[in-house]
Nanobody, 123 residues
């Protein structure tokens, strides 16, 4: 069982930055791939970024590549999403998730989800 708690969301102007954090419970955090997903009103939840259990591999959606960076600190049971050059279209609820695989960009394998944190980017 893994429990995830996101933090760091908020309101920011276009071009600004935010760093999201996701704290995980449990002693097996380092055996899970971690992902960030987002869901805007009226839209389906979509993949944003993923990182392998070791942190050695990262993947990004084309829409955030070059602007967002995913990282993890297994000693702190925490995964981060650094978001730079934010755009109004980045506005969404952001969720972190854990999957008992090496790494994946699809929703299906993610068994554990946080409650989400709101990110709002004003123009």
């Amino acid at each position: 069982q893994v429990q995830l708690v996101e933090s760091g969301g908020g309101l920011v102007q276009a071009g600004g930055s935010l760093r999201l954090s996701c704290a995980a419970s449990g002693r097996t955090f380092s055996s899970y791939a971690m992902g960030w997903f987002r869901q805007a009103p009226g839209k389906e939840r979509e993949f944003v970024a993923a990182i392998s259990w070791s942190g050695g591999s990262t993947y990004y959606a084309d829409s955030v590549k070059g602007r967002f960076t995913i990282s993890r600190d297994n000693a702190k049971n925490t995964v981060y999403l650094q978001m730079n050059s934010l755009k109004p279209e980045d506005t969404a609820v952001y969720y972190c998730a854990a999957a008992k695989v090496v790494v994946t960009t699809t929703l299906g394998p993610y068994d554990y989800w946080g409650q989400g944190t709101q990110v709002t980017v004003s123009s």
